[in-house]
Nanobody, 114 residues
Framework: QVQLVESGGGLVQPGGSLRLSCVAS????????MEWYRQAPGKQRDLVAY???????DYADSVKGRFTISRDNAKNTVYLQMNSLRPEDTAVYYC????????WGQGTQVTVSS
């Protein structure tokens, strides 16, 4: 059983930055694809970014140039560096691990407001 724990969310002003972390238990992290999603109130959960086990990344158009996904296999951790935050980035952010099966974290709230 894989467990994912996100952290790093909070309240930030527009234009600010946050770095989210997601730590995975178990031994499959290094061979897994990792994804970050977000869900705003009343909206569907959308893919924000992903990183493959080989380090290939891609981003939703709405965050390209502002967000960076990275991973540290030695720490079983995936990160989402978020810069130039906007009010529309406000959401609960979830990480997802995919390695045959899919596992979700519990989410961390990000609020961008002045």
């Amino acid at each position: 059983q894989v467990q994912l724990v996100e952290s790093g969310g909070g309240l930030v002003q527009p234009g600010g930055s946050l770095r989210l972390s997601c730590v995975a238990s178990g031994s499959i992290f290094s061979t897994a694809r990792m994804e970050w999603y977000r869900q705003a109130p009343g909206k569907q959960r959308d893919l924000v970014a992903y990183i493959t086990s080989g380090g290939i990344t891609d981003y939703a158009d709405s965050v390209k140039g502002r967000f960076t996904i990275s991973r540290d296999n030695a720490k079983n951790t995936v990160y989402l560096q978020m810069n130039s935050l906007r009010p529309e980035d406000t959401a609960v952010y979830y990480c997802k691990l995919i390695q045959i099966l899919a596992y979700w974290g519990q989410g961390t709230q990000v609020t961008v407001s002045s």
